[in-house]
């Protein structure tokens, strides 16, 4: 089973130049996400969701503290990443894109798994186009399906739904809870949007804007959900009532 | 929450879409004069009325009929063809160090910094200095061996690619790097899926105007200090004062370009910007 452990994690930016201060982007972060589980770091923007995500995935690394990824299998774990942005290589097509970043099995057993997945997210008959011939959602669920090509261990995604218009994104998010569910994988997702935490997650960690997670809740509200859905309002509103708690007094958790 | 009675219908049909928008374009015979060919052809047709005017009015100036004359006799003396060749093979062979070299050298340099600051400044010289005093001093070294213009072929045309190809270098997205890394993509493949097609489009355009300035130095050397070539036998006649010789030699150097930009070049650069149809780009 898959399994994330942060343990005390920091991450510190140097100065540049001198005068400046060193940027504290991240202080102590500590939890465990284990098998099924879809968990959400929600908290204000430059609180350092981000940057966790970056280290996770190895873009980046922590200044101090662990930080592992435990695989289902023995070796290195399989780490999908969907950005905030699609970032599909413009020169090559849809499908190139997806058999891109696999690797494993030869060029037959990698075309015909990337065509499964741009199946998986509809865009199956899309596999010979350029990304730029694809609208903004079409693009970013390529990317959702390029992450799930790799079979990760644990997927990632850093505000994948943004940058796109609220029809859009409410009709992935739906797509997603089906993905999550039909595949059985471990998401850490990245948000500053309350609502579409409570709507997708079984975890939330509350961030705070001095990167501390000062709250680590439990969604039990029963899957698929929708926008409308009453308990997701409710959740929502007392999601909120926290952070506006939280900014009174600065006292980490 | 009050809804506003709009005009909603169905989804539309082909019906309600124009024929005109459905159907393949269909032009009449007068769309051709608004096409890129016809403005090239203007551009030449311009340029040989202008010449003509200029060979009628002016004496020193040879008219276009004059100068195909003298390449038809020049044709027969069996003077067109060997020189064209020898001039060719010169400039394939330089023209081919300078893709090898300007390629590497370019990558080299954005990839490793003590490489940026070893040629930054070689590239420089070898930019500003120009080819004639390259020609002169190939002449004395080497008099008339093929030696001289391959290798001013080589220094005045490989610092304009080395330039071209450490901007595209240097313009890979970072951000697909990053991707790059977090699916742990092999380097080898993020080099030949990622970082050679992202500078394609800046060798392309590099190489272009290389093969301008390359093509001008092999004529250049064989000007001043040669015993074939396009440039010896346009210097040949200059010697010999005769202005259809010189015009006549020159045109078979413009076409010679004109038509490996035409047929080559201009091919290369469009399959490369290939993925770019349906772009919105600011020029028309």
Redesign the interface.
Same mark, same amino acid.
């Given at each position: 089973m898959a399994r994330l452990v942060a343990h005390d994690v920091k991450k510190v930016f140097p100065p540049t130049r001198q005068g400046q201060d060193p940027v504290f982007a991240l202080r102590n972060v500590t939890f465990e996400a284990e098998g099924h589980t879809f968990v959400t770091l929600v908290g204000p923007s430059g609180c350092g969701k981000s940057t966790f995500l970056n280290m996770v995935s190895g873009i980046e690394s922590p200044s101090a503290g662990t930080l592992e990824v435990f695989g289902r299998t023995e070796g290195e774990a399989r780490i999908g990443y969907v950005f905030q942005d699609p970032r599909l290589l413009p020169w090559k097509t849809v499908l190139d894109n997806m058999i891109y970043v696999l690797d494993e099995g030869s060029s037959e057993e990698r075309t015909e798994r990337g065509r499964k997945y741009l199946d998986l997210v509809n865009l199956g008959s899309r596999a010979q186009m350029y990304p730029g011939q694809l609208s903004g959602g079409m693009q970013q669920r390529v990317g959702i399906a390029r992450a799930l090509s790799i079979e990760p261990d644990l997927l990632l995604m850093d505000e994948p739904f943004s940058h796109l218009d609220a029809i859009t994104a409410r009709d992935l998010r739906v797509e997603l809870q089906r993905l999550w569910l039909d595949t059985k994988s471990t998401i850490l997702f990245v948000t500053h949007d309350v609502l579409e935490a409570v709507l997708l997650s079984s975890r939330v960690l509350m961030m705070s804007s001095q990167g501390v997670i000062f709250r680590d809740l439990t969604i039990d509200l029963p899957f698929p959900r929708r926008q409308t859905d009453r308990e997701v309002a409710i959740h929502q509103a007392e999601i909120l009532e926290l952070f506006e708690e939280m900014e009174r007094p600065m006292v980490d958790v | 929450m009050s809804e506003v009675q709009a005009s909603v219908q169905g989804s539309p049909s082909a019906a309600d879409i124009p024929a005109s928008l459905l159907a393949p374009p269909s032009h009449p015979w007068w769309w051709w004069l608004g096409s890129d060919r016809a403005a090239r052809y203007t551009a030449r047709l311009v340029f040989l009325l202008v010449w003509q005017w200029a060979g009628t009015t002016f004496q020193d100036i040879p008219a276009p009929t004059g100068t195909i004359e003298f390449l038809v006799e020049e044709f027969r003396r069996g003077e067109v063809f060997p020189n064209i060749a020898i001039s060719l093979f010169r400039a394939v062979i330089g023209l081919t160090l300078v893709l090898v070299l300007g390629v590497a050298i370019g990558i080299a340099m954005a990839r490793w910094w003590r490489v940026r600051y070893f040629f930054t400044d070689l590239i420089l010289v070898g930019i500003t200095l120009p080819a004639f005093i390259w020609a002169l001093l190939v002449v004395m070294w080497w008099a008339f061996s093929n030696i001289g213009p391959i290798t001013v072929c080589v220094v005045s045309a490989t610092p304009q690619l080395v330039v071209n190809t450490f901007q595209g270098a240097t313009a890979t997205p970072g951000? /697909?790097l990053?991707? $790059?890394?977090?699916?742990?993509?092999?380097e080898r493949?993020q080099f030949r899926? /990622?970082v050679i097609? $992202?500078m394609?489009e800046y060798i392309a355009a590099g190489f272009r105007s290389a093969v301008l300035a390359g093509w001008g130095a092999v004529l250049l050397v064989e000007w001043f200090g040669n015993d074939k070539g396009v440039g010896f036998r346009a210097h040949y006649w200059y010697d010999a004062h005769s202005f259809e010789g010189m015009m006549g030699w020159g045109l078979v150097m413009m076409v010679i370009i004109l038509t490996f930009d035409r047929m080559v070049m201009d091919r290369v650069v469009r399959h490369f910007r290939s993925?770019?149809?349906?772009?919105r780009q600011w020029s028309r």
């Amino acid at each position: 089973m898959a399994r994330l452990v942060a343990h005390d994690v920091k991450k510190v930016f140097p100065p540049t130049r001198q005068g400046q201060d060193p940027v504290f982007a991240l202080r102590n972060v500590t939890f465990e996400a284990e098998g099924h589980t879809f968990v959400t770091l929600v908290g204000p923007s430059g609180c350092g969701k981000s940057t966790f995500l970056n280290m996770v995935s190895g873009i980046e690394s922590p200044s101090a503290g662990t930080l592992e990824v435990f695989g289902r299998t023995e070796g290195e774990a399989r780490i999908g990443y969907v950005f905030q942005d699609p970032r599909l290589l413009p020169w090559k097509t849809v499908l190139d894109n997806m058999i891109y970043v696999l690797d494993e099995g030869s060029s037959e057993e990698r075309t015909e798994r990337g065509r499964k997945y741009l199946d998986l997210v509809n865009l199956g008959s899309r596999a010979q186009m350029y990304p730029g011939q694809l609208s903004g959602g079409m693009q970013q669920r390529v990317g959702i399906a390029r992450a799930l090509s790799i079979e990760p261990d644990l997927l990632l995604m850093d505000e994948p739904f943004s940058h796109l218009d609220a029809i859009t994104a409410r009709d992935l998010r739906v797509e997603l809870q089906r993905l999550w569910l039909d595949t059985k994988s471990t998401i850490l997702f990245v948000t500053h949007d309350v609502l579409e935490a409570v709507l997708l997650s079984s975890r939330v960690l509350m961030m705070s804007s001095q990167g501390v997670i000062f709250r680590d809740l439990t969604i039990d509200l029963p899957f698929p959900r929708r926008q409308t859905d009453r308990e997701v309002a409710i959740h929502q509103a007392e999601i909120l009532e926290l952070f506006e708690e939280m900014e009174r007094p600065m006292v980490d958790v | 929450m009050s809804e506003v009675q709009a005009s909603v219908q169905g989804s539309p049909s082909a019906a309600d879409i124009p024929a005109s928008l459905l159907a393949p374009p269909s032009h009449p015979w007068w769309w051709w004069l608004g096409s890129d060919r016809a403005a090239r052809y203007t551009a030449r047709l311009v340029f040989l009325l202008v010449w003509q005017w200029a060979g009628t009015t002016f004496q020193d100036i040879p008219a276009p009929t004059g100068t195909i004359e003298f390449l038809v006799e020049e044709f027969r003396r069996g003077e067109v063809f060997p020189n064209i060749a020898i001039s060719l093979f010169r400039a394939v062979i330089g023209l081919t160090l300078v893709l090898v070299l300007g390629v590497a050298i370019g990558i080299a340099m954005a990839r490793w910094w003590r490489v940026r600051y070893f040629f930054t400044d070689l590239i420089l010289v070898g930019i500003t200095l120009p080819a004639f005093i390259w020609a002169l001093l190939v002449v004395m070294w080497w008099a008339f061996s093929n030696i001289g213009p391959i290798t001013v072929c080589v220094v005045s045309a490989t610092p304009q690619l080395v330039v071209n190809t450490f901007q595209g270098a240097t313009a890979t997205p970072g951000k /697909l790097l990053a991707m $790059s890394d977090a699916y742990r993509v092999a380097e080898r493949r993020q080099f030949r899926w /990622l970082v050679i097609p $992202s500078m394609m489009e800046y060798i392309a355009a590099g190489f272009r105007s290389a093969v301008l300035a390359g093509w001008g130095a092999v004529l250049l050397v064989e000007w001043f200090g040669n015993d074939k070539g396009v440039g010896f036998r346009a210097h040949y006649w200059y010697d010999a004062h005769s202005f259809e010789g010189m015009m006549g030699w020159g045109l078979v150097m413009m076409v010679i370009i004109l038509t490996f930009d035409r047929m080559v070049m201009d091919r290369v650069v469009r399959h490369f910007r290939s993925w770019r149809t349906g772009e919105r780009q600011w020029s028309r």
